[in-house]
């Protein structure tokens, strides 16, 4: 009993006038027909979405309407933006690919990444710590393993150093 009225607030909310509701999708424009295959997918209410930059071809006004019926929606919506403003205002998890590694932050697309960033700069931090560690062992063992009271500490830092070595290795 409802179609027609939530379809036809689908359409206007994604800008397709009222008069060309009833238009056939041939006589269309491109932007009015991905429009009019975004509102079916919106008006069929998958459990899951996969959008593809849901932003191109809408304007303004749309996009914040696309905003806030995606934001009301409690089905799983998976998309790929270049809108970042969008994503933040839609996304509650993000999803970074990097280096052929994937990983999910809590949070929009602006704190995922200074989620990344500051795990990012821990791990630049505890690889320059770990290798002014390396420096400082490879020191005591260039000065002392000649050193007979000290050959021993040096061998001692010698395994400490190799361990160290495997332990990057995997």
């Not at 930059?53 to 809408?58: A, F, G, K, Q, R």
């Amino acid at each position: 009993y409802t179609a027609d009225s939530e379809a036809a607030m689908i359409l206007e909310g994604l800008g397709i006038p009222v008069e060309k509701h009833l238009s056939p999708l041939k006589i269309l424009s491109g932007g009015y027909r991905l429009r009019v295959l975004l509102a079916r997918l919106l008006f069929s209410q998958p459990d899951l979405m996969l959008l593809d930059e849901p932003t191109n071809h809408l304007d303004l006004y749309s996009i914040h309407w696309l905003e806030e019926y995606l934001v009301q929606q409690e089905h799983t919506l998976m998309l790929v933006s270049h809108d970042v403003r969008f994503l933040d205002r839609v996304c509650t998890h993000t999803m970074d690919i990097d280096h052929e590694a994937v990983k999910v932050y809590r949070g929009n697309y602006t704190q995922a990444m200074r989620q990344k960033a500051e795990q990012v700069q821990v791990m630049e931090n505890t690889v320059r710590q770990q290798e002014k560690k390396k420096a400082d062992l490879q020191e005591f063992i260039d000065r002392f393993k000649a050193k007979a009271s000290k050959a021993t500490q040096a061998k001692s830092k010698q395994k400490m150093l190799d361990k160290l070595d495997r332990s990057e290795e995997h």
